[in-house]
């Protein structure tokens, strides 16, 4: 007698805010040597090479106080600008821009430019681009510094 076949629930994953999807992709060329230590340091924290070198490049940018504040996904999340936080806190400032510029020299072997450090535009949103690549979604991306991202010519 054949059994009648089961059907199986489907279940609903957790609902994402669409502003919370991952929506960009990147491509780099990378030496095969690379690739290799980083599937391997991705091993050992037990996820895979993309999610670890995210980890990595959302670090780097929680590192650099000139950058508005980002959640571990990489999303700007509201908090007052780095320029109001630099006004209000000067010596707390001083100290992660110090901790930044020793990371800095570590990495990639030169102290971090004091002009970055000195110059007042550095903090200034209109760095940050809006949307995607292509400027399809300029105006759709929500948050504080997305809006008062100035628009690329």
Do not use: C
């Not at 059994?3 to 992709?25: F, H, L, N, Q, T």
């Not at 991705?42 to 980002?70: F, Q």
């Not at 020793?102 to 903090?123: K, V």
């Amino acid at each position: 007698m054949v059994s009648k076949a089961r059907k199986r629930s489907v279940k609903a994953g957790p609902r994402v805010a669409e502003e919370d999807i991952k929506s960009v992709r990147m491509t780099i060329r990378l030496h095969p040597d690379l690739v290799r230590i980083l599937d391997a340091r991705a091993a050992e924290l037990g996820v895979n090479r993309s999610a670890y070198v995210e980890k990595l490049l959302v670090g780097w940018a929680k590192a650099d106080p000139r950058n508005p504040r980002i959640d571990m996904r990489g999303k700007f999340l509201d908090t007052p600008d780095p320029e109001d936080l630099r006004k209000k806190s000067p010596l707390v400032f001083a100290e992660r821009w110090q901790k930044f510029s020793h990371a800095y020299s570590i990495i990639l072997g030169t102290p971090a430019p004091q002009s970055w450090f000195e110059e007042p535009d550095a903090y200034s949103p209109q760095h940050y681009d809006a949307g995607d690549t292509d400027d399809a979604n300029d105006d759709e991306r929500p948050g504080k510094w997305a809006k008062r991202v100035l628009k690329r010519d």
